[in-house]
Nanobody
């Protein structure tokens, strides 16, 4: 099992910035992908950004150019730097980790952190 501890959410004005952190512990040796999803009220959970342990990143179109995902392998921590935040970015953000053991994938989720963008 992998334990995930998220931090960094909060209330910010439109145009502002936040940085989310997610630290992984436990059975981390087989992690090959970490990312952030978000879920707004009444909407499905969606991928925001993800990064492989070799630092190949992917982003949702809605956040490209504004959000940056990064990985500190030494600290087993993934970060999401969010700039130029918009009200539509308001959601609960969940850290996600994927492990691969041979051909089997295991998913782990954080508890979620609220991000609210409002004036």
């Amino acid at each position: 099992q992998v334990q995930l501890v998220e931090s960094g959410g909060g209330l910010v004005q439109p145009g502002g910035s936040l940085r989310l952190s997610c630290a992984a512990s436990g059975n981390i040796d087989s992690i090959n992908y970490m990312g952030w999803y978000r879920q707004a009220p009444g909407k499905q959970r969606e991928l925001v950004a993800g990064i492989t342990t070799s630092s190949s990143a992917n982003y949702a179109d809605s956040v490209k150019g504004r959000f940056t995902i990064s990985l500190d392998n030494a600290k087993n921590t993934v970060y999401l730097q969010m700039n130029s935040l918009k009200p539509e970015d308001t959601a609960v953000y969940y850290c996600y980790v994927r492990r691969q053991i041979r051909t089997v994938y295991f998913n782990s989720w954080g508890q979620g952190t609220q991000v609210t963008v409002s004036s």
